[in-house]
């Protein structure tokens, strides 16, 4: 991928501030007590935040709606925050664990990383932390890979696409190679700041991450 698609991908996932999060949160789904249905915990960044969409019109959103067709009453807590990092959903998770006590954690952590020229080092070692603390807590893991455009240089995106993968094989946990397939190469799939996906996106990146998650709902 390149030139203007490049540029989108490169500022997907937002500023680097994170905002506040009751404003970037998307979708929390039952208001039942935690344990009492089977739960979904979605951790990441202004993709999955809803930024600059409708409340309600995001592809969590979206994800809640399909679950309520399928058996078990599965319910689903968005604790996604627009320039969340690797290592702010680490310090948050534990937390989260404990009070959701999900049955399936989905990670989308990692690209504001990149974008804030972070060791890549560091973004594996939070990254597969958090997926051992999911699993330790008895959750499945569902891990959302993503890709750097070409300006990043060969190496570093190779290496940064690999580590979604090296993690999913050494952890055992379910990964969509990369969750913007489809998306990223299409201007018209961006929101008028050519940062953000828009609203027709949407059902893409859900598509991008249903035929993971079925598997994991059993």
């Known amino acids: 991928m390149g030139g203007r698609a490049g ?4 500022a997907v996932l937002g500023p680097p501030v994170a905002h506040a999060a009751g404003d ?21 960044d202004s993709l999955s935040a809803e930024y600059g969409l409708r409340r309600g019109s995001g592809w969590v959103e979206l994800m809640a709606q399909r679950l309520a067709t399928v058996p078990g009453r599965w319910q689903i807590f968005n604790a996604s925050i627009s320039g969340e990092t690797t290592a702010g959903g680490r310090t948050r998770l534990p937390a989260l664990l404990a009070e959701q006590r999900p049955r399936l954690v989905i990670i989308e ?35 959302l890979g993503m890709r750097m455009p070409p300006n990043y240089g060969r190496t570093y995106g190779e290496q ?27 201007i018209d799939l961006f929101q008028g700041d050519r940062i953000h ?22």
């Open 7 to 10: 540029a989108i991908l490169t």
């Open 24 to 44: 970037a949160v998307a979708a929390t789904r039952g208001a039942s007590a935690p344990g009492t249905r089977p739960l979904v915990l979605v951790l990441g």
């Open 109 to 143: 952590l990692g690209g504001n990383d990149a974008l804030r020229g972070l060791d890549l080092g560091a973004t594996r070692a939070a990254l597969d932390t958090m997926v051992t603390q999911a699993q330790a807590s008895g959750a499945r893991v569902l891990l």
């Open 160 to 186: 940064f696409t690999q580590m979604y993968r090296d993690i999913a094989t050494g952890r055992r946990c379910a990964l969509v190679p990369f969750f913007l397939e489809g998306v990223a190469e299409r």
């Open 197 to 218: 996906p828009t609203e027709q996106a949407q059902a893409m990146l859900l598509s991008n991450v249903w035929p993971a998650v079925q598997p994991l709902l059993k």
